[in-house]
């Protein structure tokens, strides 16, 4: 390795990125629960390593997404139903024990 920083994605070479980026950071659970959330409303084209975080944030982990989400309003939906809700709270009552 060349002692440079880590890098997360794509070559500076590859085409030109678009698209919507998303640093996710919590537990495996809630990273789990989100990118499937996110996936539902878009098309995931990247996705980064997942990363252990250490020191008060251990036990947590960081992870990069990029999607085409399409911005194209959705039959039947009023602007009352608001969008999809995650669950957190069940998602951390499956995640793994610290």
Same mark, same amino acid.
């Given at each position: ?8 994605? #794509? !070559?500076? @070479?590859?085409?030109? *990125? !678009?698209?919507? /980026? ?6 495996? %659970? ?12 878009? +098309?995931?084209?990247? @996705?980064? $390593? @997942?990363?252990?975080? $250490? ?5 947590? +982990? @960081? *992870? ?5 989400? $399409? %911005? #194209? ?6 602007? /009352? ?8 709270? #069940?998602?951390?009552? +499956?995640?793994?024990?610290?």
């Amino acid at each position: 390795m060349n002692g440079g920083p880590r890098r997360d994605g #794509a !070559s500076p @070479r590859d085409p030109r *990125l !678009s698209g919507a /980026e998303v640093w996710l950071t919590g537990t495996p %659970a809630e990273l789990d629960a989100l990118t499937a959330a996110l996936t539902a409303a878009g +098309h995931l084209t990247q @996705r980064g $390593t @997942r990363r252990a975080l $250490t020191g008060a944030d251990a036990g947590r +982990h @960081r *992870l990069y997404l990029r999607l085409t989400v $399409t %911005a #194209a309003k959705r039959p039947g939906r009023t602007p /009352e139903q608001g969008g999809a809700l995650i669950d957190l709270d #069940a998602a951390r009552a +499956h995640r793994r024990p610290a």
